[in-house]
């Protein structure tokens, strides 16, 4: 079945840091990937998206490539802030059905001064 | 800004008793979901509803769980005799269109089941 893969946390960084977030999935077809954050104490937000092969989603500073060939959509910032503390999910959906979301377990981002 | 509301953010129970979790979606939405995640482990989906009825389910979504739209605004996961597997976050979310359209879902802050 359709499953996504995101690297192990806590990613500790200091601020203004490179960040670096790893997502890798596998699937039939051609899904539509996800960047989710939830900050402390809110639910999952909608960070960025990517619809097909080689588009780039952003937002905030964040981008993210939608890479077939290497099945991957990782996460990255050329410089992090401290609010970016948060968690970090990466899913997927089928382009068909219902749509439900697959995310992968979370990567937590610890930003410090 | 509209937001799906989600309570009780914690409740704690003894194993066997029956828990509902209540969710207000946004109130133009049409589909709605339940997820989990159990504590380190990946957000699971559990369910969609759609029309008043169960559009999908997971293998997790057994016997003991059930959905319901009572009222038009609530809509509730109810988990008739709690495990101590059940302890997890339980999330609400819904959409007004198909996700490929607006990528996004709106979820809920969530609700910590504990089941002791």
């Known amino acids: 079945g359709d499953s996504v893969t995101q690297m192990e946390g806590p990613v500790t960084l200091s601020e203004e840091a490179f960040l670096t977030i790893n997502c890798t999935y596998t699937?039939?077809?051609?899904?539509?990937l996800f960047w989710y954050v939830q900050y402390p104490g809110e639910g999952l937000q909608l960070l960025l998206k990517?619809?097909?092969?080689?588009d780039k989603g952003s937002n905030k500073g964040f981008e993210a490539t939608y890479r077939k060939e290497t099945t991957s959509f990782h996460l990255e910032k050329g410089s992090v802030q401290v609010s970016d503390s948060a968690v970090y999910f990466c899913?997927?959906?089928?382009?068909?059905?219902?749509?439900?979301?697959?995310f992968g377990t979370g990567t937590r981002l610890l930003v410090s001064p | 800004e509209p937001e799906v509301t989600q309570t009780p953010s914690h409740q704690v129970t003894q194993m066997g008793q029956e828990v509902i979790l209540r969710c207000v979606p946004i109130?133009?939405?049409?589909?709605f979901y339940w997820y989990r995640q159990i504590l380190g482990q990946k957000v699971e989906f559990l369910v969609s509803?759609?029309?008043?009825?169960?559009?999908?389910k997971s293998e997790i979504f057994d016997d003991q769980f059930s959905v319901e739209r009572p009222d038009g605004s609530n809509f509730t996961l109810k988990i008739r005799s709690t495990k101590l597997e059940d302890s997890a976050m339980y999330f609400c979310?819904?959409?007004?269109?198909?996700?490929?359209?607006?990528?996004?879902?709106?979820f809920g802050e969530g609700s910590r089941l504990t089941v002791l």
């Open positions: 109130s133009n939405h049409l589909y």
């Open positions: 699937a039939t077809g051609y899904p539509s």
């Open positions: 979310a819904s959409r007004g269109t198909p996700i490929a359209n607006t990528g996004e879902l709106f």
């Open positions: 509803f759609y029309n008043n009825e169960i559009s999908e």
């Open positions: 899913a997927l959906t089928r382009n068909t059905g219902f749509q439900k979301l697959v």
């Open positions: 990517a619809t097909k092969a080689d």
